[in-house]
């Protein structure tokens, strides 16, 4: 298992240009999550999915969009990337139901926007 | 509103020198209190849950405890390797609130 991908690793965007994160996972988990690092502020959720076709936004979903139509893939589109979305985005994972609960994180990308 | 606030923030420690972080947390309807370890340029790393007051969790040198209000991450004579992030969240319906983590350094 590759458990939790993501790519890129690395991007630079320019101001107003869009962009999507790309996240899949094969251990068939339903939920799934994307995560926002910066210094000092820890991990912030921007939005989530209970499963294919469902989503939902988390602490900080303003200027990103996510859709769901397979259970492996959860993308995170930038819709016009600002400075303030400088930040290092995790995608995680977790079976949902009963259990440990317990999330798989990707690698991260970094993304600077100038 | 701060709901998870970790300390101390930094921690030096001396190879097999033991000591304790610190998770407490102001939120209701607790699903669960989580521990993650991130080591520098990867993702989190998930190390324990814990689900309800009293209850106690090990792994190698790690140990996890939990009262209604904090939970204390105990780590017994740690090794260099030890040194890392330890992250603390919580589990609320369907979303996780990160603490900022204490950056733990073991020297040899």
């Known amino acids: 298992n590759a458990g939790v991908t993501q790519t890129p690793k690395f991007q630079v965007l320019k101001t107003g240009q869009s962009m999507t994160l790309q996240c899949a996972q094969d251990?068939?988990?339903?939920?799934m999550s994307w995560y926002r690092q910066d210094p000092g502020m820890g991990l912030r959720l921007i939005h989530y999915?209970?499963?294919?076709?469902?989503?939902d936004q988390g602490e900080v979903p303003n200027g990103y969009n996510v859709s769901r139509s397979t259970t492996e893939d959860f993308p995170l589109r930038l819709l016009s990337a600002a400075p303030s979305q400088t930040s290092v985005y995790f995608c995680?994972?977790?079976?949902?139901?009963?259990?440990?609960?317990?999330?798989?994180f990707g690698p991260g990308t970094r993304l600077t926007v100038t | 509103e701060d709901q998870v606030t970790q300390s101390p923030e930094a921690l030096r420690l001396q190879e097999g020198e033991s000591s304790s972080l610190n998770c407490s947390y102001t939120?209701?309807?607790?699903?669960?209190l989580f521990w993650y370890r991130q080591d520098p340029g990867k993702g989190p790393e998930f190390l324990f849950t814990?689900?309800?007051a009293g209850e106690e969790k090990e792994k190698e040198r790690l140990k996890a405890t939990l009262t209604k209000k904090e939970s204390f991450l105990h780590i017994t004579a740690p090794k260099p390797e030890d040194s890392a992030t330890y992250l603390c969240?919580?589990?609320?319906?369907?979303?996780?609130?990160f603490g900022t983590g204490t950056s733990l350094t073991v020297i040899p």
């Open positions: 251990m068939n988990h339903e939920y």
């Open positions: 995680a994972s977790e079976a949902g139901g009963t259990g440990e609960y317990e999330q798989y």
């Open positions: 814990l689900y309800s």
């Open positions: 939120v209701s309807g607790l699903r669960g």
């Open positions: 969240a919580v589990g609320i319906g369907n979303q996780f609130y």
């Open positions: 999915s209970v499963g294919a076709g469902i989503t």
